[in-house]
């Protein structure tokens, strides 16, 4: 089945622990024009979401939650864009700024299709699981996956956040009203190799499967593939969220908000996208975490992030 994409564009980098991430889009485009691509092109109305200066400007309101107000907008402004898109029949290929956007990604997802089940594939050098009671750092891009989970882990809690912050949380697990929006069991991970005790621990519980990067390399792409499908076989949809840390920065750059050694080649990256969509029930991929400002070999992580998106795009439309 031939897929019509919408591109979105969203800039927000309000719950990134280092800022820059918001640039991460443009630097994609960048990328573009010095290979004279005519890529963007075929993209005629593209969707977009701003980056809130206004929150970053100011010092954040709660430690453990860092612009919780900020991150509600950008679930609010995603779940329109993405429902729109799935109403006109088409696919929704987002290129984002920090990761923590992806739980309004799922949300978005869920509630367009409430009566499916959604599997979830994250490839990423992180397990994104913290909340407000286990986070050391107060940033909500490492909380997407406990908002689709709705999970608040507290068997591993830390910290002690304030009422009106449990509220706002609750408001994000919550977000259209159905929730969980995804079955620990409907999600798999690729590439995870920086957890933190809590997020172990949730691991262990629910019983995440995580593919590391030396399964990846002993077994090979395609066997990973059939076994990320074969899991979520009773999935009627399928979103797959790329972190380009989930990538080796030694191999391609520390353009990145938290890089982390001994990743995914491009290659193994490549490979794992196009043997993923090429199922029927690739609903949605996104892009994120790409940072310019981060990265010693100018804008190498966005040429790779493009070169990977130049050769995905057509197996999506295929
Ligand atoms: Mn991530």
Redesign the pocket.
Known sequence: MARKIQLIINESEVTAGTRGASLGPGAVKVAAWKKESDFFSQFTNQYSIKNNEELLNKPPLYPFAKRIEGLTEVFEQLDTIVKSTYEKGDFPLIIAGD?GS?GGTIAAIKNSHPGKRLGVV?I???G?LHTPYTTPSGNM??M?LATALATDNLDAQINEPKEDVKGLWDNLKNFGGISPKIQPEDLVFIAVRDTEEPEDLLMDKLGIRNITVEEVRKSGVDHVVDEVLEKLKDCDLIYV?F?V?SMDPKIVSHGTG?PVDNGLTPEEAEGIMTGLIKSDKLCCLEF??INPCLDEKKNKMAEVAFDLLERLVPVIKK
Do not use: L, Q
């Open positions: 990761h992806a994250w990423d050098a992180h994104d891009h490492g997407p969220s972190d840390d938290t994120v975490e």
